[in-house]
């Protein structure tokens, strides 16, 4: 009973993620529902000062100026400025951080080689100042335009990597063709069908410590991005056991989750990344992180009660 009230919960917050109607009109009410707690800020200045407080911990940031259901040119452009401007903030506070971006936000949705030239401008200004594009994964349809982007601008830059899903059946043979890139191992957060996607949670757990295992060992830099604390302890063991140097990998998580965890690991010298989204268009982002842990509505809760 409890499993089918977790999915139905899950698919709600999935459709809500996925309503354009709601993802448009958040934008104008600023951050609500509890989102200012999980989203650091509606511009760069507020993101800043967010990123230089992690900062003083010994944590670096991978941020990501929020936008995705981007269907118009002048929206794409709009945001492949602002994340030029991100990227000018960095190298101007001297941030300890990097970019992380989705190419719906760049215009995949519109035109493949519009989305690529968008992309093409920012990595190469990132690239200047030596700072690093960390391309997410959205869902599946936009799998292989993400990857065929990836290959066309390695050819020229290599301060670009990507995300790789644990719950797609076909993620072992792509961490293997990208295994001399840094790459960020997720469990996955869209909703896939059976045909493409482990659905059962054991499964993509087991897949998961068999990808991060894999790219500790093989890969170039693994960034291993969870709030589970029993894949962090497994992979604590698996990198002391194996000597995995420091460098070659790092823990992330998102900004506002277990706070105190993700102070503790920088605290015990692991390389430790929060992601750190900010801006209008936070509403799928936070409907997302409402489908993937039912219990993120507390936050919801206390803001809304704390009135
Ligand atoms: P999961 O939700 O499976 O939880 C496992 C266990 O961990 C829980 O049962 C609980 O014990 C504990 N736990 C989890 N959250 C907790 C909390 N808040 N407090 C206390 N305990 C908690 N996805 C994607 O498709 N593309 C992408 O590009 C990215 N990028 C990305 C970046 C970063 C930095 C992160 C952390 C995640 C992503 N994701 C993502 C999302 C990812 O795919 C996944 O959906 C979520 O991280 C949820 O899975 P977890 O591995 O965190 O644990």
Redesign the pocket.
């Known amino acids: 009973m409890e499993v089918i009230t977790l999915a139905l919960t899950r698919d709600f917050f999935m459709m809500l993620s996925q309503n354009k109607v709601l993802n448009s009109g958040a934008k104008r009410w600023g951050l609500k529902l509890g989102a200012q707690s999980v989203v650091a800020g509606t511009n760069i200045e507020e993101m800043v000062e967010s990123v230089k407080k992690l900062n003083e911990n010994g944590i670096s940031a991978?941020i990501d100026n929020l936008g995705e259901f981007v269907f118009e040119k002048k929206e794409a452009t709009e945001a492949m400025n602002q994340i030029l401007g991100v990227i000018e903030a960095i190298h101007k506070n001297n941030l300890d951080a990097h970019i992380?971006l989705?190419p719906t936000q760049l215009g995949l949705d519109i035109e493949y080689g519009f989305c690529l030239e968008n992309l093409r401008e920012i990595v190469a200004k990132a690239y200047e100042y030596n700072i690093f594009i960390?391309?997410?994964?959205?869902?599946y349809g936009h799998l292989q335009p993400s990857f065929d982007i990836i290959d066309e601008l390695s050819k020229e830059y290599d301060n670009l990597g990507?995300?790789i899903?644990?719950?797609f059946y076909q993620s072992e043979e792509i961490i293997k063709k990208y295994e001399n890139y840094r790459l960020?191992i997720?469990?996955?957060?869209?909703k896939e069908p059976e045909n493409l996607a482990y659905q059962d949670?054991k499964d993509?757990?087991r897949n998961?410590i068999k990808l991060i295992e894999y790219h500790l060992l093989n890969g170039k830099f693994t960034?291993i991005?969870?709030?589970?604390?029993?894949?962090i302890d497994h992979v604590k063991n698996f990198a002391k056991k194996n000597n995995i140097p420091q460098e070659k990998f790092e823990f992330?998580?998102?900004y506002g989750?277990?706070k105190d965890?993700q102070l503790k690991l920088a605290k015990e010298g692991y390389n430790f990344?929060?992601?750190v989204p900010f801006g209008n268009d936070w509403y799928g982002y936070f409907m997302?992180?409402l489908a993937?842990?039912p219990?993120?509505l507390n936050l919801v809760a206390k803001q809304v009660f704390s009135k």
């Open positions: 991978t992380s989705k960390n391309f997410d994964m959205e869902d990507t995300v899903q644990a719950y960020r997720v469990k996955g957060a869209y949670k993509i757990d998961y960034s991005a969870t709030h589970d604390h029993h894949v992330q998580m998102l989750f277990r965890l990344c929060t992601y997302r992180r993937e842990r219990q993120n």
